[in-house]
């Protein structure tokens, strides 16, 4: 028995089963994983060593070239790649795709500690990082007061917000940044010091000594046993002050009577203002393959609960949120998907010119695609642009072998109308079933292979891949069981071309001059065979060396978020205050532009890689809906005015999906062992480069403060 023929036969059986996948398939779309892109790991490490106070010179051979020597000893290692900076150490570990990235990371944090014993005193231990870890937060949220000052709002935020969101179910880190830090500062009298003959040596090991908790064993009685711990930690100021530092002829000498000890503000390390107004910042990472999207819903209902709760005083805000650009991306795509369905829904109606037969092909696009979600969540595959896309792809691909398998029943049914209806319907899906076979394995042997690709182009092109092959592949089946099943119990091939409206009836006058023009010249081709087959080549020859040159070649393309940043690098060894003033004069003018919805300001903190640079400052910028298309000539705008401030480098960029993870389009690299001739010919090599038409951007490696 034929399966055209088992699905009419067990019609109920074949509608039970159709919705049972149909079911399964919506039950999956909420389980699977939203994102922009396809989860993946890239393959680097990044290894940071703190050596506070040391300079680039003092790290690169203390810290860096220990780390480099171990490094290089592991195996499936492509790149060992360095920068030394005032205070950090900084080396990306690159692997080839593929590897066992786990057993990369264990390996690399092997050999760093195996490295630290090198290292001179004072350098902090190294911390192995993933280059996700570098990423944008999904979330940023602002919060200001008009009553309290910045440190007490940042204790507030960090005392009693901070643990409500790192307590949700796909938060990794909560951060916050802005107002002070605050530290205990003991300042000697040196006179007194003197009179009572002490140091600043015995201040500081009585202070070392007696701030901690020690345990003084256990006590017994009766049936219980007691741990008994002395708490000797300090808990208030008065505790300091009233520490005994020594007790001359039993007379003892409090650390008040030669020193005053206050509570103060550190030196601020970050700036952050968000449209002018200082704000204190708290940036939420999403757990390691989380879902951004979900994350940020469970923080957004977070904040739902806290607004209850949040004095007065304080306004909370969303600065950023991810998840709106990755849903409105996937919804774009949903809706392009829909309008093709639509569309190619139109343009079968137009062709078939039968609205029952139009109506069995619709069906099942949406059986097939729904059907396809369920496969997604089976395979582990997450819902993201890429995937999306290939189902749009492959949308009017799944209706090809419907349409051929209706069209031949159409055609048998009106031919052999006095036949059992049965059997003609049987026979007709059994004439251009293997046709049809082979038409979609081929174009799933085509897509196939795509998914079993190694490195990014995996990532890229395997879930598009993947995606395709099941939207055909359950394709395919529907055309041998559903197509069949609807056109025996619905389609009325009497039906008359004279009642199908008169928009179909001008439509199909208007295909057939079409095809007396398209005769025509099949007919002149099959004469001209030899110049028609000169001409295609000849056009497809100058298409190809006219056209490819206009073409831009790139990897990720930029995606346009109606967002970008405007980042000022003075020289090295600027305050964090002198720094604030020059983005200020940027921030004042930014802020006059009628282009510009929001201007969120961080000072102090050097962009997704994380190191505190008091000579960097950070404007992301976003505009108005109605500007994003100008987003290009508005950058060049601030660029060209803002590019000649004496010492500083100013960059103007889009701030992209792939931020922390994509490295700049060219890259020259100059190989050598003085570093100062590599600065020099480094600086000639960006005087040529510079005045290249496109060139923006432009940056060394080699600054003050770096090697």
Partial sequence: MKLAEISIKKNVGTILFTLSIVF??????????????????????????????????????QIAKPLEEEFSTIDDVEEIETTCMEGMCQVYVRFGWGIDFEESKVKVQERANKARSRFPRGALDPKVLQVQDFLPPGIELGFRSDKRGLNELRDYVETKLKNKFLHLKDVATVQAFGGYDQEIVVEVDGGKLAAYGLSLSQISGVLASENMDIPAGKLKTGRKNYFVRTAGKFREINDI????????????????????????????????????EPVIGLSIREKSGGN???????????????????????????????????????NNVVRNAAIGAILASLILLLFLGNLRNTLIIVLSIPISIIATFFLIDTFGLTINTISLGGLALGVGMIVDSSVVVIENIFRHLRENHSQDRLKTVVDATSEVGTAITASTLTSVVVFFPLAFLMGLFAVLLGELALTIVFALSLSI????????????????????????????????????????VYQKV?????????LTILSAIIIFVVSI???????DVELMPTINQGEFRVELILPEGTTIGKTDLWVKKVEKNLAQREEISQ???????????????????????????????????????????WTEIPGTQVRVRQIEVTEGMKREPVN????????????????????????????????????????
Avoid at 293 to 299: F, N
Avoid at 304 to 329: C, G, H, V
Wanted: proline share 6%.
């Fill in 477 to 516: 089946i529907v055309a041998l069981t559903i197509v069949p099943m609807l056109s025996y119990r619905l389609m009325k091939p009497e039906i008359s071309q004279s009642k199908m409206g008169f928009v179909l009836r001008g439509w199909q006058a208007l295909f057939e001059r079409m095809l007396k």
């Fill in 522 to 530: 099949i007919s002149w081709s099959l004469r001209h065979r030899l």
């Fill in 292 to 330: 951004t999207v979900t994350m940020c819903d469970e923080v957004k209902d977070e904040l739902k609960k806290i607004e209850k709760t949040l004095p007065d005083d304080i306004q909370m805000m969303i600065i950023r949120d991810q998840s709106i650009f990755i849903k409105n991306s996937i």
């Fill in 545 to 551: 060396m006219m056209l490819m040159p206009l073409l």
């Fill in 241 to 276: 002050e009233s520490l005994i530092i020594a007790a001359p002829g039993g007379k003892p000498i409090r650390l008040k009577d030669v020193a005053k000890v206050q509570l103060k503000n550190k030196e601020q390390e970050t700036i952050i203002r968000l449209n002018g």
């Fill in 668 to 707: 020259v690299r100059i190989v050598g062992d003085n570093m100062q001739v590599l600065e020099e010919i480094g600086q000639r090599a960006m005087q040529e480069i510079q005045p290249i038409a496109g060139i923006v951007n432009l940056k060394s490696s080699i600054q003050e403060g770096f090697s």
């Fill in 599 to 641: 201007l969120y300001t961080t000072i102090g903190v050097a962009s997704v890689r994380g190191e505190l640079k008091p000579n960097y400052g950070m404007i992301n910028i976003k505009l108005k809906k109605e500007y994003y298309p100008q987003i290009e000539s508005i950058m060049e705008g601030i660029r060209r005015e």
């Fill in 24 to 61: 399964l398939g919506i039950l999956s779309i909420p389980r699977i994983p939203v994102s922009f892109w396809p989860e993946f790991v890239a393959p680097t490490l990044i290894v940071m060593t703190p050596y506070p106070g040391a300079g680039p010179e003092e790290i690169e051979e």
